[in-house]
Nanobody, 114 residues
């Protein structure tokens, strides 16, 4: 079975940086898209960034501060987060689509203090 394993969350000061990683565990073929979502307490889960066919897209709230990248040989996706703000505090979830399958990571907590 295939799983997405996330790492890199933690507690940082406002203005700091953090890099999230999401690695595919198990054999899988033709991952078509990967991305990151986040969910803060009392709020809906929202899209943060995606990479599809080499093209990247970002939520307006993170554009210019976050960068998504994918290392295809390792089936790993990263989210580099710079200039972090308290409103970035949330559980971040990795996402992948492999045609018939939608895969979700377990979530990793990111907390930004002021």
């Amino acid at each position: 079975q295939v799983q997405l394993v996330e790492s890199g969350g933690g507690l940082v000061q406002a203005g700091g940086s953090l890099r999230l990683s999401c690695a595919v565990s198990g054999s899988i073929f033709s991952i078509k898209a990967m991305g990151w979502y986040r969910q803060a307490p009392g709020k809906q889960r929202e899209l943060v960034a995606t990479v599809i066919s080499g093209s990247t897209n970002y939520a307006d709230s993170v554009k210019g501060r976050f960068t998504i990248s994918r290392e295809y040989a390792k089936n790993t996706v990263y989210l580099q987060m710079n200039s972090l703000k308290p409103e970035d505090t949330a559980v971040y979830y990795c996402y992948a689509n492999a045609g018939h399958y939608d895969l979700w990571g377990q979530g990793t907590q990111v907390t930004v203090s002021s």
